[in-house]
């Protein structure tokens, strides 16, 4: 039995009934962002009203979550260095793909191509991934989420500002460039929960009961809080009209990149647990993050594409993940693996 982030407990092993479990399990979950888009909709507030409620997401309720969960991790379970780098590499490969068939159809503006790379590559792993992994494959996704967010958004933190100053009029110095990448990694609150629930490990610690409990329940409040907020805020931004390029950027972040991702993690990592890669392809199977609507917005390029990229492909992963929470229940990627 797994522990949901709902408090509730979830089987691993689906029986003949299975596709009704699946159905239970992302309802609830997919079923927030909808409630959250229906109050969006709905109640007259401004979308900066949300954000005390992100503050608490993004820098309380899920740091608090990822310290738990690899506060308690054995140490052999982080060293598995084929692992961070296969997922890495396929997450970077997708962005490529993406930015050089981008840049072909736009005449090389490298600012577009960037933020359209981001939206084919970055995947909403930070508000989706951990309530999504832990609900349907249990506490022992908590590393890997942990570390593919860790890397991947290393990625992207050094993607953005490095592209971005060849699209920008103002040249920002090595120097500087390397200090905002730095800053803007090691500043990251989930990035320092990580870091610091591996320390934790390490020296075998954990916090007073007190502090546990409050941890504890901060933890619970991670994923409806976050979840909700993703629906308000995608009933905040009007979808106004269909990107053309949304044509070939959902599909190749909704299928081609988890595809991608099964196949060279697959193959390039030996020893790692079923569950780890089962995870990996589940985060890339996410839509679009939030993140690229705001690094669009920073750059003043590509925003409301790039708003339409995310709504649209949130509310078509309701069907694509939940198509793909089944195949790997079903035991379709366990075959697939041992084959």
Not at 275 to 294: D, H, K, M, Q, R
Request: charged share 10%.
């Amino acid at each position: 039995m797994a522990v949901t982030p709902f408090g509730q407990t979830a089987s691993v092993h689906i029986p003949t009934g299975f596709m009704l479990q699946v159905l239970n399990l992302v309802i609830p979950l997919f079923g927030l962002v909808f409630l959250g888009f229906i109050a969006g909709k709905l109640v007259k507030l401004p979308l900066e009203g949300l954000a005390w409620l992100n503050f608490f997401v993004v820098y309380v309720a899920l740091p608090a979550l990822f310290f738990r969960l690899l506060s308690r991790t054995p140490l052999e379970e982080f060293a598995n260095i084929g692992f961070i780098a296969a997922t890495t590499f396929a997450t970077l490969l997708i962005f490529c793909v993406t930015f050089f068939l981008a840049g072909f159809r736009n005449g090389g503006n490298v600012g577009e191509s960037t933020i359209q790379g981001f939206a084919g590559a970055y995947g909403n792993i930070g508000y989706m991934g951990p309530p999504l992994a832990i609900a349907a494959f249990g506490p022992e996704a908590g590393v890997p989420v942990a570390l593919i967010f860790c890397f991947d958004n290393s990625l992207h933190f050094t993607l953005a500002p490095f592209l971005m100053a060849f699209h920008s009029d103002s040249r920002a110095g090595a120097l500087q460039l390397l200090r905002d990448i730095l800053r803007k990694i090691f500043t990251h609150p989930f990035i320092l929960a990580t870091i610091v629930g591996v320390a934790a490990a390490i020296f075998n610690w954990q916090p007073p009961e007190a502090i546990g409990k409050l941890l504890e329940v901060l933890s619970s409040g991670a994923a409806p809080c976050a979840l909700f907020a993703m629906g308000v805020t995608a009933a905040l931004r009007p979808l106004k009209r269909i990107p053309p390029e949304l044509a070939y950027l959902l599909p190749i972040k909704l299928i081609l990149h988890p595809l991608l991702l099964l196949v060279i993690v697959s193959q390039a990592t030996h020893g790692v647990p079923a569950v780890w890669i089962e995870v990996a392809v589940l985060l890339a199977a996410l839509p679009s993050a939030t993140n690229v609507f705001v690094i669009a917005q920073q750059y003043g390029v590509w925003q409301e594409r790039a708003s339409s990229a995310v709504v649209v492909s949130t509310v078509l992963s309701v069907f694509t993940v939940t198509a793909y929470i089944y195949l790997a229940k079903a035991g379709y990627l366990a075959a697939f693996l041992s084959g």
